[in-house]
């Protein structure tokens, strides 16, 4: 019993030596013998860091901080315009660099001790901190928002703090091996020199700064992520050739790809409570599974696990390209959601066209006219919860009903007035409208949410053209930066025909699809297109087939010849 509880309750160190062979403190001396340094001599005698083959659990749960900021962000945020779709990109980046320089240390030197757990935590806090501060983040209005961007600065400042004191540590453990205090000594200049320029933006942003001052984030995360893999390219004793680092960028594209079920489960909840389970509704749904189970394939079965052999500066290359395909996926899953939210809301607006359409047909006199359409807009603005007072449609009924003559202008004008005010209250039930002309997150009303509602329905119609662009745009760079993806993973491992096929039918598939974008050069092919059923399935239909083609690729290809480069589907596995 007392062995089992040991066994269960193990006592954690305050401090642990992320060495292989564990001396009795930082000052202790490290023999240079053979089991202190790798397997195949790599770094002639200097000291060899733990190699990790997979994630530990407390590394998962740091992800999933990842995602629950992401999904948070994403349901406040609707990319509405151009310059929103830039603020959603750039807090992307931020988030996603700052959860990169967090697994960069892990990868290779984090090691479970009380330290790392403390570290891990501020980690965790600061991931929470950019989920409060990331509801009022906009970029295009820096001024407006300078307490926002004060406190983005004060939280990227704290996560390169903890980042100098854990490089700092393990820095103690090595001193007297130059091989590796130089590399570690640019990673902590390079996060010095981030959290001191961090902390000075916090005094640089006031409502009378310039609104471009947000810009030097990115430079600094930039210049950090190149910092770190360059010295770990120039010094081999502290890069990620050893590492799970390849696990760990798979790990996060399984993350997305479940944030974007979650985002695909909440734009179903609006058919559920439409009851509007129509065949075109139900193949929305059915393409948007197979959309994503169709990246999932794409992505885990034609990577293989990286090869310490091969080309570090590759390996590097590989990982950062993961920040632009993450970025395309995001955009693909949520350009998903939101396509399938328009086609069930323009079904909904083809009844109501057709329910008041038979009512004008089968009335005889516009006093029955006006009730029905009385009765029947009240029965609609219940059934999509619309405001009251915002939808009032009372006056264009008692319009319609004193206009005598049905066939006379103030009876036709009456009649679009109401149909037009049911179709602005269903865009308002599918939150189809411009972020500025919504309530905003902590529920004030916008300034502008009593206009005219024919300027509400062009809005509404404005937002998803740019929908329809990103959409296209996102599949097909996704499909291309899995080309670059695949190509990264093969240097240094050699390509066979198989391989150069895979890459080309991605670039040729993830072009067409991004040129699909160009029908919005004809406004009414756009328009014939976006009032189609066909926009989900058509990118569906693009990634399926690459899947069959991957699949044709590899039963066409001699067995020999993929195991002679290690490119079956044996060895896949489910990294990338």
Same mark, same amino acid.
């Given at each position: ?13 305050? #401090? ?75 807090? /992307? ?15 290779? /030197?984090? *090691? ?8 891990? #935590? ?39 703090? *903890? ?38 933006? %916090?005094?640089? %942003? ?145 009844? *109501? ?35 009251? *007072? ?154 399926? =087939? ?26 896949? =596995?489910?990294?990338?």
């Amino acid at each position: 019993m007392e062995a089992r509880a040991k066994l269960r309750y193990r006592a954690l160190p305050l #401090l642990a030596n992320p060495l292989k062979q564990e001396p009795f403190g930082p000052d202790s001396y490290v023999e240079k013998d053979e089991a202190m340094t790798t397997s195949d001599n790599r770094y002639n005698g200097t000291p060899a860091f733990r190699e990790k083959e997979e994630a530990s659990s407390i590394e998962l749960f740091y992800d999933l901080f990842f995602v629950a900021n992401l999904t948070s962000f994403t349901s406040i945020h609707a990319i509405d315009d151009r310059e929103t779709i830039l603020s959603y990109i750039g807090f /992307f980046a931020l988030l996603w660099f700052t959860w990169l320089q967090v697994v960069l240390y892990d990868v290779r /030197f984090g *090691v479970d001790s009380l330290f790392e757990r403390l570290a891990k #935590l501020v980690h965790i806090g600061v991931m929470i901190t950019f989920a409060i501060v990331g509801t009022r983040f906009d970029s295009s209005h820096p001024r407006s928002t300078y307490d926002t961007m004060r406190q983005i600065s004060i939280v990227l400042m704290i996560s390169r703090v *903890v980042l100098i004191c854990q490089y700092g540590f393990v820095m103690l453990w090595v001193k007297g091996h130059k091989k590796i205090v130089t590399p570690l000594s640019i990673h902590v200049a390079a996060f010095t020199t981030g959290a001191v320029f961090c902390l000075s933006f %916090f005094f640089t %942003f006031t409502s009378r700064s310039s609104g471009q001052a947000y810009i030097a984030w990115y430079v600094i995360i930039a210049a950090e992520a190149l910092a770190v893999f360059f010295s770990a390219s120039q010094w081999t004793s502290v890069g990620f050739q050893r590492t799970n680092l390849s696990e760990r960028c798979g790990l996060l594209t399984l993350i997305i790809l479940g944030e974007g079920i979650i985002v695909l489960a909440k734009s179903m909840n609006y058919v559920v409570q439409g009851e509007n389970f129509s065949p075109a509704i139900v193949a929305q749904i059915i393409s948007a599974i197979f959309i994503i189970y169709s990246v999932y394939m794409l992505y885990f079965d034609t990577f293989t696990p990286h090869n310490p052999s091969s080309s570090p500066i590759c390996h590097h290359f590989w990982a950062l390209a993961h920040f632009p395909f993450h970025t395309a996926l995001v955009l693909l899953l949520e350009g998903t959601s939101r396509l399938i939210t328009w086609r069930n809301a323009i079904e909904i607006i083809n009844h *109501v066209y057709e329910m008041y359409s038979t009512i004008w047909d089968s009335s005889t006199s516009t006093v029955d006219l006006a009730d029905q359409y009385a009765n029947s807009s009240y029965w609609l603005l219940q059934a999509v919860q619309a405001d009251q *007072v915002k939808y009032n449609v009372t006056g264009y009924v008692n319009d319609l009903r004193m206009a005598g003559d049905k066939s006379s202008d103030v009876a036709s004008n009456a009649a679009f007035e109401i149909m037009i005010t049911i179709v602005n209250a269903t865009l308002k039930f599918f939150h189809i409208q411009p972020a500025h002309r919504q309530e905003d997150a902590l529920g004030d009303p916008s300034p502008e949410s009593n206009t005219d509602p024919y300027v509400d329905l062009e809005h509404a119609l404005v937002v998803y053209d740019l929908v329809f662009l990103y959409f296209f745009l996102a599949a097909g760079l996704t499909l291309v930066l899995m080309a670059l993806l695949i190509a990264l993973n093969r240097q240094g491992r050699g390509f066979h025909k198989g391989d150069w096929m895979s890459i080309g039918l991605r670039l040729v598939a993830g072009t067409g699809l991004a040129l699909v974008a160009a029908v919005k050069t004809s406004q009414m092919q756009e328009e014939r297109f976006l009032y189609s059923p066909w926009m989900v399935p058509t990118v569906m239909l693009g990634l399926l =087939g690459t899947v069959v083609g991957d699949g044709i690729i590899g039963w066409a290809l001699p067995a020999r010849e993929n195991k002679k480069h290690g490119h079956d589907r044996g060895e896949r =596995g489910g990294e990338a």
